[in-house]
Nanobody, 124 residues
Framework: VQLQASGGGLVQAGGSLRLSCAASGRTFNLYNMGWFRQAPGQEREFVSFINWSGRLSYYGDSVKGRFTISRDNAKNTAYLQMNSLKPEDTAVYYC??????????????????WGQGTQVTVSS
């Protein structure tokens, strides 16, 4: 599986961005998907998770109520809609695919495949 994240950029505080994660292969609908972010000097942080069907999702506390994860299995793509962005949301955002589905969605080591990351910068 190859993942390609896109949609990052520079936005003012209060603005919105939508990240996309395009996956190769024909088994995208079997994978749970996650988004993580990493700011300079910090550990990779869980942002959001969506299960293979799209019916179950989770969010990190810092983004709850502002970010929405979704997926379109027909397009092999996962999305992260980010609203009401804050300067502290500035980071490289990574999408990841979870094949084993052991339930440890919060932990980066649960995920089997990673995209290359897309930079999100929120100015104050």
């Amino acid at each position: 599986v190859q993942l390609q994240a896109s949609g990052g950029g520079l936005v003012q505080a209060g603005g919105s961005l939508r990240l996309s994660c395009a996956a190769s292969g024909r088994t995208f609908n079997l994978y749970n998907m996650g988004w993580f972010r990493q700011a300079p000097g910090q550990e990779r942080e869980f942002v959001s998770f969506i299960n293979w069907s799209g019916r179950l999702s989770y969010y990190g506390d810092s983004v709850k109520g502002r970010f929405t994860i979704s997926r379109d299995n027909a397009k092999n793509t996962a999305y992260l809609q980010m609203n009401s962005l804050k300067p502290e949301d500035t980071a490289v955002y990574y999408c990841a695919a979870d094949v084993s589905s052991s339930g440890r969605y919060y932990y980066p080591d649960e995920y089997d495949y990673w995209g290359q990351g897309t930079q999100v910068t929120v100015s104050s």
